[in-house]
């Protein structure tokens, strides 16, 4: 069995646990809140207020980022895109010529300067062309990127600011998830704290996250195991 596929049957699993749990835990009032779900909650809270940090970040930047587009000029055609749709394809008479002087040269000389010189100045000549075209390609999309980053500069676009932001949010999750559950209500904390992080919207959902339910689930079951042996 794969990693993936592994994963994506502890995902199953817990899935059908996470809805257990969702559905089991009791509404906040008549919950006994011990250290443990108080601590979840303090920090239920803490994540929302980062995600709240990590919205406005977003809004700031996709404003930011749009005035820089638009400072910056047009966007030029991708060197990438142009090498995959629309790079000029070879003629078929140049390209039957070249097949030609393929089939009549050495294998040893094939990649060699000596090759070149055996084709058609026809075919040399295309190739020039096609070679300028990709060039003029990469220089206009250099030129944009160089303009498009000191836009950036100048309206204060930084990715890493996002980035920042979101991890500041994984990262009191990831608190959250270092805290042992005791009850199914802590466990419906942890879950939403994912459903906050956006786990469960095509998202594959941490590690850490899987493992502390696991850890939770087997840890209320010995003890409701327990308490029915004694």
């Known amino acids: 069995m794969t990693n993936t596929q592994t994963l994506s049957r502890r995902n199953v699993l817990i899935g059908a646990s996470i809805a257990a749990v969702a559905a089991g835990a009791p509404a906040s009032a008549s919950i006994h809140v011990g250290p443990d779900l108080q601590t979840l909650l303090t920090l239920e809270k803490e994540l929302a207020a980062a995600l709240e940090r990590n919205d406005a970040v977003s809004r700031e930047l996709d404003i930011a980022g749009k005035k820089a587009d638009l400072a910056a000029g047009p966007r030029p055609m991708h060197p990438w895109d ?19 002087v393929i089939a009549e040269t050495p294998v040893r000389e094939l990649n060699s300067k000596d090759f070149d010189l055996r084709l058609p100045k026809s075919v ?26 000191e836009q950036n500069r100048i309206v204060g676009y930084d990715e890493d600011r996002i980035s920042a932001a979101y991890q500041d949010c994984v990262g009191i ?4 998830f270092e805290i042992p559950a005791n009850s199914a209500e802590g466990m419906a904390v942890k879950v939403r704290a994912a459903e906050l992080l956006g786990w469960f919207n095509g998202v594959e ?15 209320l079951a010995a003890g409701e195991t327990g308490g029915l042996q004694a």
């Open 82 to 100: 142009w090498e995959r749709y629309h790079k000029p394809k070879m003629p078929a008479d140049l390209k039957e010529i070249h097949s030609d």
């Open 205 to 219: 959902p941490d590690e850490e996250f899987i493992d502390s339910l696991i850890d939770d689930i087997k840890r």
């Open 173 to 176: 999750a990831h608190r959250m």
């Open 124 to 149: 040399r000549e295309w190739f020039a062309r096609v070679e300028a075209e990709k060039e003029q390609v990469q220089k206009e999309w250099d030129a944009w990127r160089v303009r498009h980053d």
